[in-house]
């Protein structure tokens, strides 16, 4: 006689047997970093925007290079200029790296759950995803008004021609004239863009347990700050090169100077204009402004994360 039939997994328990886990220190310690390494690097950002969207439209300003492109924003605006679209930058780089730590971590505590080994690269690519889609589910609106303000061409020039005064301002305009679909422009790629945390999570991860299984140290061991930097630096190299496409496809997405009928009309039209080379416009600045921010923010992390936690044990 057969047993009784497995109850299938809810998930609502899953989330609720995930929210068990979570740690603020983890939160705080994400937003800590993502905050400090945007504030740091911006103007890179800027640039890496503006590049990604170059696709011929004669609006556009052109630009010969990273250098030429800073120092000409530099001229025409200034460091308001080159600080275009930095609160919601802001906003969203503390929310999403807090976000992202929190929920991945949550969802690695739940998987590791009554276990002694570490979880395996599969696992911590799949955790990070996880974490990924939750984090955009509610960070997609400020990237978009980021990128609106990233791309006023004219602000400096005549700042009474600003479609978007801030970003708030952006937020709800954004909203009147287009609606919630106008705020989760991009989401699609974005949430194919997960696949750039989780790529870069899961090889941090293993380099991580690798470096300290060389050493003869258990895998949790804290490191010092320049291995992070190194741990850091070549999982977020990785990471990028894989996926940047998206990115670029995500950008022309949010842009408000040019109209496109959803992710394969970006994809067909890019390829047909400019080939392979324009799904990876903006690489460059991209990596030099991504990878030190990346070192700045796991660091952060790694050191508040610890600090904090060391501060909750003892209460235990």
Not at 16 to 36: C, K, M, P, T, W
Not at 263 to 290: A, C, L, Q
Request: net charge positive.
């Amino acid at each position: 006689m057969a047993g009784p039939a497995a109850e299938p997994v809810r998930p609502v328990t899953v989330l609720r047997d995930v929210f068990r886990h979570v740690q603020y220190e983890n939160l705080a310690a994400g937003l800590s970093g993502g905050v400090i390494s945007t504030l740091v690097l911006h103007p890179l950002d800027l640039v890496k925007i503006r590049f990604a969207v170059s696709d011929g439209l004669e609006l556009r300003p052109k630009y010969n290079g990273i250098l030429h492109c800073m120092s000409t924003v530099w001229k025409q605006e200034g460091l308001r200029g080159l600080y275009q679209g930095v609160t919601p930058n802001m906003w969203g780089a503390g929310a999403s790296w807090g976000l992202y730590f929190f929920f991945y971590n949550a969802i690695k505590a739940y998987k590791k759950e009554g276990r002694a080994e570490s979880l395996t690269a599969t696992e911590h690519l799949l955790s990070a995803a996880g974490a990924g889609a939750l984090t955009l589910c509610f960070t997609n609106p400020i990237w978009v008004t980021k990128t609106r303000l990233v791309l006023q061409y004219d602000a400096g020039v005549d700042p009474s021609k600003r479609q978007y005064k801030g970003m708030f301002h952006a937020l709800v305009k954004i909203y009147r004239q287009e609606g919630i679909p106008g705020l989760y422009k991009g989401f699609v790629p974005g949430l194919l863009g997960t696949s750039h945390g989780a790529l870069q999570f899961m090889a941090y991860e293993q380099l991580k347990m690798d470096y300290n299984k060389h050493l003869n140290r258990p895998s949790d061991t804290k490191l010092n700050t320049l291995e992070y930097i190194a741990m850091a630096a070549l999982s977020k190299i990785f990471a990028v090169t894989a996926t940047y496409p998206y990115q670029v496809v995500r950008a022309r997405l949010q842009d408000q100077h040019n109209q496109y009928s959803g992710v394969m009309d970006v994809i067909s039209r890019t390829w047909r204009k400019e080939g392979f080379h324009g799904f990876y416009k903006g690489i460059v600045p991209n990596v030099i402004r991504v990878t030190p921010a990346c070192c700045i923010t796991f660091v952060v992390y790694e050191n508040v994360s610890h600090f904090l936690l060391g501060l909750r044990k003892p209460k235990e």
